[in-house]
């Protein structure tokens, strides 16, 4: 367990694809491509883990996550959309993703949606989540080593370490249910407008 530091720092927790590093021109699938493997590359588990590959942006697409491209471009707003999408991706079906963009996407398409901003303030939380994630982990990590010695006869690093790992998926399932159902409300308010 006094690696779980080193592996936090490993794992780039504060990847992410700044307003500022994208470019104000449209680019194509090879250059967006690029453009996520430089940002977060220290975030793969392994070197042969593609953070973003054509099949994927091409299933976004077709799956309608994201508003249809032009002249085989994506814009400033569709870059945004797959930052997004690169996150959620981790916790939420494709269907939970284009569920949850879906009022997004829309705004954009309308230019009802100053999406810079809103994309900033995702960055200003995912900032913020990362640092109360660092608190949580040293916290966590320390009610684990009290439960191995209180619980268990003489300390034992494996079972430290199979605790951590149970303790850590536990707490990425109750959010992830947590999200699910949030899908779940858009899902529940669109159905309600529908039948108004």
């Known amino acids: 367990m006094e690696k779980i530091n080193q ?3 490993g794992i780039n927790l504060e990847a992410n694809l700044a307003i500022e590093d994208i470019p104000k021109i449209d680019l194509y699938m090879d250059q967006v491509i690029q453009l996520f493997e430089s940002k977060f590359a220290d975030s793969r588990r392994n070197d042969e883990e593609k953070v973003l590959t054509k099949t994927m942006i091409n299933n976004y697409a077709k799956g309608k996550l994201m508003f249809p491209i032009k002249n085989k471009k994506y814009s400033r707003e569709h870059l945004m959309l797959i930052s997004l999408i690169y996150q959620l991706k981790g916790a939420l079906s494709i269907n939970d993703i284009k569920t949850t963009l879906d009022g997004l996407n829309k705004r954009v398409v309308k230019e009802d949606i100053d999406l810079d901003s809103f994309y900033q303030s995702y ?3 995912t900032e913020k989540d990362v640092d109360d994630f660092k ?5 966590r990590v320390e009610e684990v080593k009290k439960e191995i010695t209180d619980g268990q006869s003489g300390q034992s690093p494996y079972l430290e370490q199979v605790l951590m790992i149970a303790s850590l998926v536990h707490m990425g399932n109750l959010y992830r249910k947590v ?3 949030l899908v779940d409300e858009i899902i529940i308010e669109k159905e309600e407008k529908r039948h108004r």
């Open 123 to 125: 960055l200003n939380i």
């Open 179 to 181: 999200a699910e159902r």
């Open 135 to 139: 608190q949580d982990i040293n916290r």
């Open 7 to 9: 592996i936090i720092e």
